[in-house]
């Protein structure tokens, strides 16, 4: 269970990790809604980057809906951060690696700081700056979503159409969750019949 508040105004790191449609973002909604019920000040990031919704909302998949402020910069979050109590950042994977310093800097001053991203990419390789935000959190929660093709706890996401760029805007259009036996970084076609295993 996460706590609300540590004694004597210390602050922490939350990181919320998983692959695509896993519930990262109505997980972090969650945690955010429950910290204004108890009264507290509550400011959301997300990365200009991430166009898909609402500019001036994090919206999940299942259009669970928070009002956030738009950055293009990580220096952004600081400024806007004002005095605020707790710091709500999604998609975190879109930021550069000074994203790190900037939590870690809110979460010395007693700002709790819970943040949402996407632990790999398509290649399943680690998505930065997640991997070092995983390391510095006091709490660690790895979402599932669920296989499309047989039902299993997922953690990955395949990309569906052939793009070699690591960063590729969508949802369902673009990705699927899968869980590893149904996962390949070199399958794109959804409707092959026989996905080869990953092996090796
Ligand atoms: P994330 O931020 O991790 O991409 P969201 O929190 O936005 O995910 O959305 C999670 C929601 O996505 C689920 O509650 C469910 O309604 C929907 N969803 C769609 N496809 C899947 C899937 N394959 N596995 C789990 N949830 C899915
Ligand atoms: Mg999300």
Redesign the pocket.
């Known amino acids: 269970m996460i706590p609300h508040h540590y004694p004597n105004g210390v602050g922490w790191v939350e990181v919320i990790a ?10 972090l909604i969650r945690r955010l809604h429950r910290a204004r019920i108890a009264r507290q000040e509550v400011v959301v990031f997300k990365p200009t980057l991430d166009s898909r919704y609402g500019t001036q909302e994090v ?4 259009d ?1 809906r928070i009002p956030c402020i738009p950055v293009s910069e990580v220096r952004q979050i600081i400024e806007s951060a004002g005095s605020a109590q707790v710091v709500g950042i ?1 998609e975190a994977q879109f930021f550069d690696n000074s994203l790190i310093e900037v939590i870690e800097e809110l979460a010395n001053d007693g700002v709790r700081v819970v943040v ?1 991203g996407l632990d790999q990419d398509f290649r399943g390789v680690p998505f930065e700056p997640m991997p070092q935000l995983l390391a510095v959190a006091e709490h660690i929660t790895k ?1 599932l ?4 093709v047989c039902g299993s706890p ?1 953690n990955r996401s395949q990309r569906l159409v052939h793009r070699n760029t690591r960063v590729l805007l969508g949802a ?1 259009e673009s990705y ?2 899968r869980c590893r036996r149904h996962w390949n970084p070199d399958v794109f076609d959804p409707h092959q019949e026989s996905l080869p295993l990953v092996t090796g």
């Open positions: 998983g692959c695509m449609f896993s519930g990262k973002t109505e997980e919206v999940s998949h299942s669970d999604d949402a979402t979503a669920v296989c499309t997922a369902s699927e969750a």
